[in-house]
Structures are given as C-alpha cells and as structure tokens.
Nanobody, 122 residues
C-alpha cells in the first residue's frame, strides 16, 4: 500500500512558478513509477508528467514539456513537480499517482492522492 499526499498548490499570476510536492508513505515507494495528472472543472483527467522508479526516465505531455519538471527524492519519499511559465489554462486540481510502469494512461496507476488546487490568474 502507498498513501500519497500532495501539497504546494495555490494562487499564482500568469508567468509565475509553483513547486508541487507529493509525499508518499509505504516502504515500497521506491519501486513505483510516479505520475502527475490534472483535472480542470468539466474536463477529463489529463496526464502531465511521469518519472520511472529509478528516476532515470521522465515523460511529459507535449504542452508541459519545457515548462514543467518532474523529479523524485527517494530519501524523502517525495516526488516533485516544478511548474514554470504558468498559464491560466494550467488551472486545475493536480494529483500524483503511483504505478507499476511509467506512462500517461491513468489506468496504469494504482494509488492516487487527493490533489492540490492550482489557480493561475491572468
């Protein structure tokens, strides 16, 4: 079992930055690929970024590549999402997830956090 708790969301102006954190509990955290997804009101859940268990591979949605960076710290059982050059369209609830393989399909992930709200004002 893995429990995930996100933090770091908030209100930011367009062009600003935020760093989201996802703290995991469970001794097997290091064996899971981790992903970030987001969901805006009235829209489907959207893939943002993912990182392999070893942190040797990362994968981004095309619209986030170059603006967002995913990383993980095994010693702290935490995965991060650094978000730069934020746009109003980035407004959503951001969720982290743990799964067996790195990928962009939410069905590949077994455990989910409750999410943290990110609001970008214009």
């Amino acid at each position: 079992q893995v429990q995930l708790v996100e933090s770091g969301g908030g209100l930011v102006q367009a062009g600003g930055s935020l760093r989201l954190s996802c703290a995991a509990s469970g001794r097997t955290f290091s064996s899971y690929a981790m992903g970030w997804f987001r969901q805006a009101p009235g829209k489907e859940r959207e893939f943002v970024a993912a990182i392999s268990w070893s942190a040797g591979s990362t994968y981004y949605a095309s619209s986030m590549k170059g603006r967002f960076t995913i990383s993980r710290d095994h010693a702290r059982n935490t995965v991060y999402l650094q978000m730069n050059s934020l746009k109003p369209d980035d407004t959503a609830v951001y969720h982290c997830a743990a799964g067996g393989v790195i990928g962009g399909d939410p069905y590949e992930y077994d455990y989910w956090g409750q999410g943290t709200q990110v609001t970008v004002s214009s």
